[in-house]
């Protein structure tokens, strides 16, 4: 299972025509998911995210709790 289908199953994230092109968003939001992963990729990472999208806190922190979970799961297949 991929993290966006993971994150789609427990209504972080959808997908729909309509609204960015259908580009994957954080739920309620036109926040798209890759916007999350450019700023971890940042200088200020994860505090300006939450800085600049307070809102998203908690999703946030489901994102990166189910990301970790998908790595220890592909580790363990190794």
């Not at 789609?8 to 036109?30: A, C, K, L, N, Y």
């Not at 908690?58 to 799961?73: F, P, Y």
Request: net charge negative.
């Amino acid at each position: 299972m991929t993290l966006n289908n993971l994150l789609e199953i427990q209504g972080i994230i959808h997908r729909d025509s309509e609204i960015m092109g259908g580009v994957p968003v954080f739920v309620g939001t036109r926040v798209p998911l890759q916007t999350f992963f450019d700023y971890l990729e940042g200088e200020n990472g994860l505090a300006e995210f939450i800085s600049d999208f307070p809102y998203l806190e908690t999703q946030t922190m489901k994102v990166l709790e189910n990301t970790a979970k998908l790595i220890i799961a592909q580790e363990r297949c190794a």
